[in-house]
């Protein structure tokens, strides 16, 4: 795993910023201080690095990530951004917002990162040691909180490394985090502007400049002006990527007419096989399944398959999430989120 072997500890000097840089273009795990929380930093457009940051967290799910960028000008290179998000940019970046967008047609950031929607959240951060790595390394940099899953949000180096250490390839020591507090997130793929977590900038302040913003209920459904009931079911904003055709997971048989998501030596008799890993290996698995699924998907209908089976994932490491992903796109449609 990347992250094997002892982690360095950076000083966030010359030296250490290029050493830090050099490792994430390397694919390699690099946790840095934000004015939010510290991250966990990895190549965003490098789908192992990505499957590597929630195997080092240890996280059961493959929820969405954030993508950091040092300046509105890349990150608006990687998503559709339209007014709102450039007055929203112009006023609070770099800064503790963070902005879900659609994704560019050519966005290079791995599908894992955005755990399989078509959006992409962005954020330019503040903190002048965030800022120098990412324009340094030159890359989009996906960080979620650097803890393990479950645990606290680090706001020191010290933190990140009782909770990670041995786990990623570096700390780049950035100091105390100012903020402690994770970035607001605010919605704009749809018409209306929705905040789906309340963080570092105040609600308040969003609406002064852009006007009504909806919110989401406890029953996860957006609510407030402009919001139509029924025109997004209940979580549809964070539910993931289904496929079209239906999906059977833990085969041991292929079906007639059925496309094959394999792991491992592939089972006979499939219309169309697609590979997660050969060798059994969970990261690549991980960074290979929303591909997959989307590829197999795509040919399948084309191919007029009835459907996509897939070969049993053992539930350890990477492979709980991978199976908590494929579990819901089995899921009658509806009761998948
Ligand atoms: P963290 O990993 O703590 O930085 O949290 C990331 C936050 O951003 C979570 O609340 C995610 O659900 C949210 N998020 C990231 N990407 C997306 C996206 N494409 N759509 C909706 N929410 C997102
Ligand atoms: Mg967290």
């Known amino acids: 795993m990347s992250g094997a072997g002892p982690t360095e500890m950076l000083r ?3 030296m250490g910023l290029a050493r830090a840089a050099a490792l994430l273009r390397a694919g390699r795990l690099v946790a840095f201080g934000t004015e939010t929380v510290y991250g966990l930093g990895g190549d965003a457009t490098n789908p192992e ?17 954030i993508s950091h960028y040092p300046t509105a000008e890349a990150a608006f290179r990687d998503v559709r951004a339209g007014e709102l998000a450039r007055k929203l940019a112009e006023a609070f970046w770099p800064g503790p917002l963070t902005l879900v967008l659609r994704r560019a047609a050519a966005c290079p950031v791995s599908l894992l990162a955005s755990a399989g929607l078509e959006t992409l959240a962005v954020r330019v ?5 965030a800022r120098a790595l990412l324009a340094e390394a030159g890359i989009a940099v996906v960080a979620p ?21 041995g786990r990623i390839a570096a700390v780049l020591d950035s100091g105390r985090s100012a903020v402690g507090l994770e970035s607001t ?7 209306t502007p929705v905040l789906l977590r309340p ?5 308040e302040e969003l609406e002064r400049l852009i006007g009504p913003v909806g919110r989401i209920s406890a029953a996860g459904i957006p609510t407030g002006p402009g919001q139509h009931p029924g025109l997004r079911s209940p979580g549809l904003l964070l539910s993931h990527y289904a496929p079209t055709l239906p999906v059977r997971v833990n085969v041991t048989e292929v079906a007639p007419n059925e496309m094959l998501l394999a792991f491992g030596p592939p089972l006979d008799g499939a219309l169309t096989v697609y590979q997660l890993s050969e060798t059994g290996d969970l990261r690549q698995a991980a960074a290979r399944l929303f591909e997959g699924l989307r590829w197999l998907d795509g040919v399948g209908l ?3 398959a009835r ?3 897939v070969m049993t994932v053992p539930a350890e490491g990477l492979g709980l999430a991978i199976n908590d992903r494929l579990i819901r796109a089995a899921a009658p449609r509806g009761k998948a989120e």
Not at 125 to 129: A, C, D, I, Y
Not at 185 to 191: G, P, Q, R, T
Request: hydrophobic share 40%; proline share 9%; aromatic share 4%.
């Open 307 to 309: 459907g996509i089976a």
């Open 185 to 191: 997130v605010l919605d704009l793929s749809s018409e």
């Open 199 to 203: 963080g570092g900038v105040a609600l």
């Open 49 to 65: 690095a990505v499957a590597g940051i929630y195997e080092a967290k240890g996280r059961p799910r493959f929820n969405p990530l």
């Open 12 to 14: 966030p000097d010359g």
């Open 302 to 304: 084309r191919q007029g």
């Open 145 to 165: 909180s650097a803890n393990r899953s479950g645990g606290i949000s680090p706001t020191t180096a010290a933190h990140v490394m009782a909770e990670l250490e």
């Open 125 to 129: 951060p503040s903190h002048p040691v």
